[in-house]
């Protein structure tokens, strides 16, 4: 079998090189490209395709109705979309894929279709369809969601049920026994700065663009050749490798699920629906005859990017510590409470050590208040009162030329539902706001603060201060931890997330009355 591979590698090649020299004329190219040619290409060369879709949820209104199991700490500034998939054709159908019978039954897909799905090693995924309009930032990444997790000697694994305050209670569903949810990156996110859009390289929004998600090299292959021979050019099509090293592959019941996110982060006069409403093509391919294990030729995983450019931002500490000193002064009637931060985990660490990832991206650091990672409390008491109030503040990293953009985002610790979020574009004129007069270097405006307090509690004084309501959509519990998480996305020099150690890490101060604190 080795030497039809060879021969099949060889003819690729060959194509891919015509194609991409224009000796296939670029007019035939574009003549023959479409949805349905490529499907019909798909058949002849004896595989099955199954329709998904991309779709854009309404996060945090679909957790605060217990149709997820969590927010996924989600980002407000951060519009997403999920690839929806069919169970393969031959997956068992008492095999269910995670939340799929939530879906079903809240009317979102038909039945056995997830956001969490199994794969074969000699499946394959094709997204056919365009980049999202101008933005600040978008990317594409793929998840190990999660894994299979039994042990004989104690009880079953049952997810908590969702509950939401005395509106919604629901069981957790069969799909999500004993299984672990990781929602970890197989690797870099594929972002603005790097996707292959055919020659757009420097204007990649609103492009023609293909994604590949496979584990075997030969099945990428043929997928790539039905691409090419369907007129889709090589230089608009991109690989979202799934490595068979990181990922349990197969559609039995202690198989892992991966999942395809979409992040978007548009600007403030940015109209997303024509984009969502776009016609696009989602297909679940899989060999009409399974592949042997020892014809397989398993995708390795991906190098990753490296962080960091040297250039830090370490300058302009003195300036931040200064602004904390005039924040706690600027308010003499209360106790200022550092809380402190951490650093939140990568993909690989978290399928490494068996940690619920969150859906972490490599394009951003996520700074979250430090907590216990065996138990995912936080290790202070971050619940505010009413009377108490919250101040972000540090150095807004897209001033500085570390980030493409950056944000601080409002968490419900508990469900992990971020419902309101300060960006840096709020950010502006804040720390002269907090400094008062007397402060005339320009550095100032390379820093932010700004106030979080509950309802009502930004009377007096409402410049750069935001008010945290207490319903599930647009706010926090009263009795909930309320978590500030801070993000910084994509340098541009580097195309990841700047490195931890170039940048100043955000700070947090909790203030409390001098009458409740007691001092």
């Known amino acids: 079998m080795k030497w039809k591979t060879n021969v099949f590698y060889v003819l690729t090649c060959l194509t891919v090189y015509l194609m991409a020299n224009g000796i296939l004329p670029a007019a035939e190219q574009e003549n023959t490209r479409s949805p349905a040619t490529l499907r019909r290409e798909l058949a002849r060369m004896g595989f099955t395709v199954q329709d998904g879709r991309l779709d854009f949820p309404k ?168 691409l090419l021979r369907s007129g889709y050019a090589p230089s608009m099509i991109n690989s979202l490798p799934v490595p068979p090293d990181l990922v349990h592959l197969g559609i039995e019941s ?30 679940r391919v899989t060999p009409n005859q399974p592949l042997p294990p020892e014809d397989l030729e398993p995708i390795p995983p991906p190098n990753l990017r490296v962080k960091g450019t040297g250039e830090t931002e370490v300058f302009l500490l003195p300036l931040v510590e200064k602004l904390g000193k005039a924040l706690i002064a600027r308010y003499p009637d209360y106790v200022a409470t550092p809380i402190a931060t951490t650093n939140w985990y990568e993909g690989y660490n978290c399928i490494e050590n068996g940690q619920n990832c969150l859906g972490d991206n490599r394009d951003t650091p996520y700074i979250p208040p430090s907590f216990n990672p065996v138990t995912g409390q936080l290790n202070q008491n971050m619940v505010l009162a009413e009377d108490e109030f919250y101040i972000a503040y540090g150095v807004n990293h897209r001033a500085t030329g570390k980030a493409t953009y950056s944000n601080v985002s409002v968490l419900g610790w508990t469900h992990k539902s971020s419902p309101v979020v300060i960006n840096n574009e709020m950010m502006a004129g804040s720390a002269r706001h907090f400094l008062g007069s007397g402060w005339e270097t320009a550095a100032v405006d390379k820093l932010y603060a700004y106030r979080m307090t509950r309802p009502c509690g930004c009377d007096g004084d409402k410049a750069y201060c935001l008010e945290v309501p207490y319903d599930c959509n647009n706010g926090i519990a009263a009795e909930e931890p309320m978590a500030i998480v801070f993000r910084a996305y994509l340098e541009p020099t580097t195309r990841v997330a700047p490195a931890y150690g170039e940048i100043i890490i955000d700070r947090i101060l909790k203030f409390t009355p001098r009458t409740v604190s007691g001092k």
């Open 254 to 283: 202690d198989k892992d699920t991966l999942c395809i996110v979409l992040r978007m982060v548009p600007d403030a006069d940015t109209d997303l629906e024509p984009y969502e409403q776009a016609p696009r093509t989602l297909l």
């Open 59 to 226: 996060i945090v209104d679909m957790c605060c109705e217990c149709q997820l199991p969590t927010c996924f700490a989600n980002n407000p500034s951060s519009p997403y979309g999920i690839f929806v998939l069919p169970p393969a054709p031959n997956q068992d159908p008492a095999v269910k894929n995670p939340y799929a019978e939530w879906f079903f039954e809240d009317d979102h897909y038909p039945e056995g279709w997830s956001w969490f799905w199994r794969m074969r090693a000699d499946e394959a995924v094709i997204f056919v369809g365009t980049t999202p309009p101008r933005m600040q930032y978008f990317g594409f990444t793929a998840y190990l969601y999660d894994r299979y997790h039994y042990d004989p000697d104690h009880s079953p694994i049952h997810p908590p049920d969702c509950t939401i305050g005395d509106t919604w209670s629901r069981p957790s569903p069969p799909s999500s026994y004993d299984r672990f949810p990781l929602f970890a990156s197989l690797g870099d996110t594929t972002n603005q700065l790097t996707v292959n859009v055919r020659r757009f390289r420097r204007d990649p929004f609103d492009r023609k663009v293909v994604f590949i998600v496979a584990a075997d090299r030969g099945t990428e292959r043929k997928v790539r050749l039905a």
